[in-house]
């Protein structure tokens, strides 16, 4: 069943709730202070049984000069500089293994992947740790240090996703006029945090974005990972405000707000971890040209194949 509001009413859902009036001096900041650390990106040919793509093994200085991992995939026939796909990934997966993400290599792409730190053991392998610890949080990563911006998980994170794009862009088979950012759930929540912190994202193809209207989210579904916020507020008692100031910094609208490159969302009208009018929330603010894809009965895992022919399609009108 729909989950959310009539299709009538998503399409004008403006989230409420401001976000903090620092938000741009927060982000500037944060992104500064990394400069210290060297970005330092190593590619290390790797054998994945594959003959049609030639795979590197990425790792590159991310939040603190972290080692952070990744893949990097490109066709193996090729000339010139290619269109650059940078993929973040949903909530819970790591970069897995080459094998599971050829799409766009085969499309004629460098596909960038990024792992994401401490993540990766509940869907597909992760090979990144997130060497810094945290406050009292409910299991998962969504409260971890939520009392606190400059240390709550996702920090670390965006902050990743930031410095893997410049990462990879040094890479001599990448266009770097030519990047587009994309992925599924918290990954389509990256692509918009990349989108709207850059200004040399080309094309934005979020699906499904999670990390986005967080008050909203908790009214509306209690189904994980939005769940363990509820249940952190729920031992929590008095917090709850405290909890919401340092979401605000993370909200997904808030950099669809700064992002000005042409987007392609899609939402899924029957998905519970990222409701629709949360989903909306973000597209409806969204600085750039854009366009929805509604599925109209398809859970969180939306157009699924669908998205990544999207993807392509998008790609290749970009660089047309």
């Not at 998008?314 to 660089?319: D, G, H, I, K, Q």
Request: hydrophobic share 40%; with cysteine.
């Amino acid at each position: 069943m729909q989950v959310d509001l009539p299709l009538d009413r998503l399409v004008q859902y403006e989230y409420p709730h401001p976000e903090p009036d620092d938000f741009d001096s927060f982000w500037s900041r944060t992104l500064h202070e990394q400069t210290a650390h060297p970005l330092d990106p190593r590619f290390e040919p790797v054998d994945a049984l594959v003959r049609t793509v030639d795979v590197y093994d990425v790792t590159f200085g991310g939040y603190a000069g972290d080692d952070v991992k990744g893949w990097l995939l490109l066709p193996h026939e090729r000339t010139g500089p290619l269109p650059l796909v940078v993929e973040y990934l949903g909530y819970g997966s790591g970069r897995g293994h080459p094998v599971e993400s050829l799409a766009y290599a085969s499309a004629g792409f460098a596909h960038a992947i990024m792992d994401s730190r401490g993540q990766g053991s509940a869907l597909r392998a992760g090979h990144t740790a997130d060497p810094h610890g945290a406050g009292p949080s409910a299991p998962g990563f969504m409260t971890r240090d939520i009392l606190d911006p400059e240390h709550y998980y996702y920090r670390r994170l965006f902050t990743d996703a930031y410095r893997f794009v410049d990462a990879v862009a040094t890479h001599e088979a990448v266009a770097r006029d030519q990047i587009a950012v994309t992925g599924r759930s918290q990954g389509g929540a990256l692509a918009l945090v990349a989108a709207g912190l850059r200004d040399d994202v080309r094309l934005a193809m979020p699906h499904v974005p999670f990390l986005s209207a967080f008050r909203r989210a908790i009214q509306v579904t209690d189904h994980s990972p939005h769940g363990e916020i509820v249940k952190w507020l729920a031992a929590h008692r008095g917090s709850a405000e405290h909890a919401f100031e340092t979401l605000a910094y993370f909200d997904a609208v808030s950099f669809a707000r700064r992002a000005t490159c042409p987007a392609g969302f899609c939402v899924a009208l029957h998905d519970v971890v990222s409701p629709p009018s949360t989903v909306f929330a973000a597209y409806n603010a969204y600085a750039g040209p854009k366009d929805m894809t509604v599925w109209q009965f398809n859970g969180h895992e939306a157009g699924g194949p669908e998205d990544i022919l999207r993807t392509i399609q998008a790609v290749r009108e970009l660089v047309q």
